[in-house]
């Protein structure tokens, strides 16, 4: 079986550097993954991506909940 390799110059980081910004992204990501892997009747598969995609949109819900100074406090930037 061939290796696939990354696309070169992809984009895999949100456009913000913010924690809910990276969680949205990756919902919309995982969101798109899972139905490819549907279409192709890869279950398992699309099964893990819809709770990746749970996760995340939970973490930006979450985020949505939260104070600012909570959140810059519990996540300091890098």
């Given amino acids: 079986m061939p290796r ?14 913010n924690r809910a910004a990276a969680a949205a992204y990756i ?3 995982s969101a798109d ?3 490819i892997a549907r ?3 890869l279950d ?3 099964y893990l991506l819809d709770m ?7 973490t930006v819900q979450g985020a ?6 909570q959140i810059s406090a519990t996540n300091p930037p890098p």
Avoid: K, W
């Avoid at 990746?52 to 939970?58: C, D, H, N, Q």
């Avoid at 949505?64 to 100074?69: F, Q, R, S, W």
């Fill in 27 to 29: 919902a919309a990501l």
């Fill in 52 to 58: 990746a995609r749970l996760e995340a949109e939970g």
């Fill in 4 to 17: 696939i390799r990354p696309v070169e110059n992809a984009v895999l980081e949100p456009p913000s550097g």
């Fill in 64 to 69: 949505e909940h939260t104070p600012v100074a």
């Fill in 33 to 35: 993954l899972a139905a």
């Fill in 39 to 41: 279409r192709h009747n």
């Fill in 44 to 46: 398992t598969l699309a």
